[in-house]
C-alpha cells in the first residue's frame, strides 16, 4: 500500500500542468452532468482538446482519435441538452428498457469482440479485449449521457471500475485514484438523477 502511494505521488508530481488543467475539467464536468448543467459541455470540450493534444503528442494515436469522437460530442450533447426535446428546449432525464439496453449491451460486445481479436492479433496492445470493451463503451455511454439516459452512469461505474483494474496491472497509479474517483462520483450521479427522473414522473 505504501508503495502504491508513493508511485501514485511520484506519477501526481510529474504531471505536467495542462493535465492538471484537463483533470480539473474532467471533475468538473462530471459535477455540471450530475446537475444537469449546460456548462458540462464547455469543460467536456476543453478538457478532451488538451487531452487530444497530449495523447497527439505522445504518439498515441488511437487515444487521441478516440478524444476527437469526445469532441465532436461536446458540441452534440449541448444542442440535445438545449434544444433536444420535440419543443426544442432542454430535454428530461428518461430511462430505457432493460431490453433496449440488452440489446445495446449485445451491439456494443459484439464490436469491442472484434476490435479485440484485430488488437490481439494484429497490434501489441497488452488487455487488447479489455481494452477494446472499455472504450466501445465508453463510446456508447457519452451518447447516453448526451441524451439524458438515467442508466449511463450504470454503465460508467462498470467502464470505470474496470479501467481501474487496468491502470493497476499498467503502473498507472495516479489515473487509478482519479477514476476511484470517477467510480464513486458515477454513483452518486446515478442516486441524484435516480431521485430526479422519478420526481419529475410523479409531477406528470
Not at 3 to 21: H, K, P, Q, R, V
Not at 149 to 170: G, P, T
Amino acid at each position: 500500500m505504501i508503495d502504491f502511494l508513493a508511485a501514485a505521488l511520484e506519477g501526481f508530481t510529474a504531471m505536467s500542468i495542462w493535465e492538471y488543467i484537463a483533470v480539473l475539467l474532467g471533475i468538473a464536468y462530471l459535477v455540471f452532468v450530475m446537475q444537469e448543467s449546460l456548462w458540462a459541455w464547455p469543460c467536456a470540450f476543453f478538457s478532451t482538446l488538451i487531452y487530444t493534444i497530449l495523447f497527439w503528442n505522445g504518439a498515441l494515436l488511437m487515444e487521441s482519435a478516440l478524444n476527437v469522437y469526445y469532441l465532436l460530442m461536446a458540441f452534440y450533447g449541448y444542442y440535445c441538452w438545449r434544444y433536444g426535446s420535440s419543443q426544442h428546449s432542454e430535454i428530461a432525464i428518461s430511462s430505457w428498457s432493460p431490453k433496449t439496453h440488452l440489446w445495446l449491451i449485445l451491439g456494443t460486445t459484439s464490436i469491442a469482440l472484434i476490435l479485440g481479436y484485430v488488437m490481439d492479433n494484429y497490434t501489441h496492445a497488452d488487455f487488447a479485449y479489455l481494452d477494446s470493451l472499455t472504450s466501445c463503451f465508453a463510446v456508447m455511454t457519452t451518447y447516453l449521457v448526451a441524451k439524458k439516459i438515467l442508466e449511463n452512469w450504470l454503465y460508467w461505474v462498470v467502464i470505470d471500475a474496470v479501467s481501474i483494474y487496468l491502470f493497476i496491472e499498467k503502473g498507472y497509479y495516479p489515473t487509478v485514484i482519479l477514476f476511484s474517483l470517477y467510480t464513486g462520483m458515477a454513483v452518486w450521479g446515478y442516486v441524484t438523477w435516480r431521485s430526479e427522473y422519478r420526481r419529475d414522473n410523479v409531477a406528470t
